[in-house]
């Protein structure tokens, strides 16, 4: 709190220096002000508000002393730093967080996998689950009497795409609009679940991460195992 009411000391006092007006209250009541009532008051609140949590998610290890510094001294036109070593310390920075991003995702990335080999050797084990040479698991909930596809094929098919937590990634059912896909296009373990169903069927694939988005993913976290449930609507021609 005391670190907080700092910023917004320096913060209030920048306003003040920059528009070349002394504040006109005093900053010790800033915390006693009641609702505002006047919409520019409350947008003023909101816009206070929304700046700093801003800063603090993009940039959670700030410290808000030396923070709330910068913007006072900005406001005064002085610095500690020349503008070569300030932008030598943002070069530096954006390095620190890209090796630190790096490694965060490495670290979900194994976790993941260790979470998806542990449930897929579980998994195999029900005797509804078959299994390809590939890791890919499968369950047959409705056999379907059509032919089936091939590599090459485009295909109409409802599906619900989620993460074992049940977590929903993609649903034509929630679009209610089949979606036509090509199976040259899809992830390795879609393409090859689907040439093993019929028109008309209905399965449940359990997608390795070797088979589905791997560690590259931009959708989900890198290394999940996918669960998709697919209905083969038909063949396009």
């Known amino acids: 709190m005391k670190r907080m009411l700092l910023v917004a000391i320096f913060f209030l006092a920048c306003i003040g220096v920059v ?24 947008f003023s609140y909101v816009y206070g508000y929304i700046i700093l949590k801003s800063v ?93 596809p091939s590599a090459d094929s485009n295909v109409r098919v409802n599906y619900k795409c989620t993460l074992l937590t049940g977590t ?5 059912y929630d679009r209610k609009v089949p979606s036509d896909l090509s199976l040259r296009k899809v992830i390795g373990g879609l393409a090859e679940g689907i040439q093993l169903m019929k028109v008309g069927a209905q399965y449940r694939f359990w997608i390795p991460p070797e088979l589905g988005y791997g560690e590259s993913s931009t959708n989900v976290e890198p290394n999940s195992l996918l669960v998709f449930e697919v209905e083969l609507l038909g063949i396009n021609r």
Do not use: H
Not at 21 to 42: H, R
Not at 91 to 99: H, L, R, S
Not at 116 to 145: D, M
């Open 19 to 42: 528009f070349g007006a002394p504040l006109d209250f005093d900053i010790n009541e800033v915390g006693a002000l009641g609702d505002p009532s006047e919409i520019t008051d409350q």
């Open 56 to 148: 603090l998610q993009a940039y959670p290890d700030l410290n808000l002393e030396y923070w709330a510094k910068g913007l006072y001294d900005s406001a005064m036109e002085t610095e500690l730093f020349s503008a070569s070593q300030m932008q030598q310390i943002l070069a530096e920075y954006q390095m620190k967080m890209v090796e630190s991003n790096a490694a965060e995702q490495k670290r979900i990335a194994e976790k993941n996998r260790e979470t998806a080999v542990l449930f897929l050797a579980a998994n195999k084990n029900n005797p509804k689950v078959f299994c390809t040479e590939s890791g890919l698991q499968y369950e047959i909930t409705r056999e379907g009497t059509g032919e089936r």
């Open 168 to 172: 929903v990634i993609d649903s034509s």
